[in-house]
């Protein structure tokens, strides 16, 4: 497993994290892996995120991840999947039928 280190916002402690559990989105979580790469992670709880898609009929973010709660555990948990499933080594790369 890639050695990374995760970096909340500073906003996302104390009062802060029950704040954005309740609005039940958190931008700006940083991911940096050793070998240089970073992203700054944006967090939808499942929730939040079809109230979104129903008012104006899609959700669209940069790095989107979406999970049960907005918390500490349940975004370490998603990274940790998803660096598991090597999510990160596929971001950015694009490929088309041109590409052939």
Request: avoid cysteine; proline fraction near 5%; aromatic fraction near 14%.
């Amino acid at each position: 497993m890639p050695d990374y280190q995760v970096i909340f916002p500073d906003y996302f402690d104390g009062p802060g994290e029950f704040e954005y559990e309740a609005k039940g989105f958190l931008p700006g979580v940083m991911i940096k892996f050793a070998d240089g790469r970073k992203f700054s992670l944006f967090f939808f709880d499942s929730v939040r995120a079809h109230q979104q898609v129903e008012a104006s009929g899609m959700l669209v973010e940069p790095n989107l991840m979406i999970v049960k709660n907005i918390d500490r555990m349940s975004i370490l948990a998603a990274i940790s999947e998803a660096i598991q499933q090597n999510y990160f080594d596929e971001v950015g790369h694009v490929r088309s039928h041109l590409d052939a």
